[in-house]
């Protein structure tokens, strides 16, 4: 007699060679389902917003200093193009700060962000599109934690088999 599973949800072990085109939309949707029913998707999304209002870049604020600095120059009319513009400049600040840790040492400039060098310094600093040269990008403490939250709860609602 098999055993009965300790958690809803059994996952094939082939699911880690799924990619996006292979994906088990009905896998998806079962665990989405008791991801919500057990209240784990409110667990996640409050982990993440305090974890993003605890970190001292403060980035939901810096956030909407940039959106509303884009209003108020006229760069972006509408809330379409508002969004679009933010994310673009998040995912600008995410590139080029990954590309500075990279080339620290280095002098460079991209158009996802400006590296110079301040005088007297060695390297460089990254200079971000928030206010203040401040980065857009996610602090890499709070994606971390993203990350370790949601792995804790699909651990909790799903069975890999052996």
């Not at 509303?68 to 509408?78: D, V």
């Amino acid at each position: 007699m098999a055993s009965e599973p300790t958690t809803p949800v059994r996952v094939p072990k082939a699911a880690s060679t799924y990619t996006p085109t292979t994906q088990d939309a009905d896998l998806r949707s079962q665990i989405n389902s008791v991801l919500l029913r057990d209240g784990h998707i409110t667990k996640i999304h409050d982990t993440l917003l305090h974890a993003l209002h605890s970190h001292p870049q403060n980035w939901p604020t810096l956030l909407q200093n940039h959106a509303l600095t884009l209003l108020r120059s006229g760069t972006c009319t509408t809330f379409p193009d508002l969004m679009s513009r933010v994310l673009q400049d998040i995912k600008d600040d995410t590139e080029a700060s990954a590309l500075h840790q990279k080339l620290q040492s280095q002098s460079h400039t991209s158009s996802n962000g400006k590296f110079t060098k301040k005088k007297g310094e060695e390297g460089s600093v990254f200079v971000g599109k928030g206010e203040g040269g401040q980065s857009l990008a996610l602090p890499r403490v709070v994606v971390e934690e993203g990350v370790r939250i949601t792995r804790e709860c699909l651990e909790a609602v799903c069975e890999v088999p052996e």
